[in-house]
């Protein structure tokens, strides 16, 4: 059984979503206030996150911030439930790592609908992805190469899992702004090539000659799971014996 944890302040509508999402068969934790959600997160361990941002006692924003930010909690999907419907509130969210951002009034049936396409496909993905010593944990949110942790934002992350979840497939910059940043974004295309630019530089070897994040000219980017290591060059044996026997 899923559980979702549901901190939302209005009491009526608490009650209301708790209901129905109990109705679908989902088990539901909770609060009506921001104090202590995190500790709540990390004990329940819920699957998905409903989230009100102005909330008592704490700042939803904060609230997806820290949950980006702790590594037990970072993999977990953050809807928002939220009044503010401005386009700036919409893109401050997204870009703060949550999945999804609905504006109250809504519908019940809309919820539970986006809540299952957060949920579609997550038990048959794989949880580790690899590419030569390059890895993703998408569990732990952590990405490490040659077994040493890399700094990612949360941002960065969701790009490179989403490049490497889908080797040899050419994405446009379009493409990847919508996969990523999502359809309510104030960000161009030049964007994505700041953030492909800030990836190589983490995870390639040489990031001018990349060989895992390939450009394709006239259409965009795709990642490269399949990286021939350079081949040693040939030696004069016995130059080899000779060195040895030095």
Not at 177 to 183: K, Q, S, Y
């Amino acid at each position: 059984m899923r559980k979702i944890a549901l901190i939302e302040d209005d009491a009526d509508l608490f009650a209301l979503v708790k209901y129905n999402l109990e109705k679908e068969g989902f088990a539901v934790v909770g609060a009506q206030t921001g104090r202590g959600v995190v500790d709540l997160f990390r004990r329940e361990k819920p699957d998905l996150i409903l989230l009100d941002i102005m909330l008592p006692e704490a700042d939803g924003l904060d609230i997806c911030k820290s949950i980006r930010q702790n590594s037990e909690l970072a993999h977990i999907p953050v809807i928002f439930l939220t009044a503010r419907a401005s386009e700036t509130d919409r893109i401050v969210g997204l870009e703060l790592g949550a999945n999804d951002y609905i504006v109250k009034p809504f519908f019940v049936r809309e919820l539970i609908a986006r809540i299952k396409i957060q949920f579609r496909g997550q038990a048959s993905a794989t949880r580790v992805l690899k590419a030569a010593t390059l890895e993703l944990d998408r569990s732990s949110c952590e990405a490490r190469l040659d077994g040493t942790p890399l700094t990612l934002t949360a941002t960065e992350f969701r790009l490179l899992e989403f490049l490497m979840s889908r080797p040899g497939v050419v994405y446009s910059r379009e493409q990847l702004l919508d996969a990523v940043w999502g359809h309510d974004r104030a960000v161009t295309d030049r964007t994505v090539d700041v953030y492909i630019l800030r990836l190589r530089q983490k995870v390639e070897a040489d990031p001018a000659n990349p060989l895992l994040i390939r450009s394709v000219r006239g259409f965009g980017y795709s990642f490269n799971n399949v990286v021939q290591p350079e081949e040693p060059p040939s030696e004069n044996p016995k130059v080899a014996v000779a060195q040895g026997a030095a």
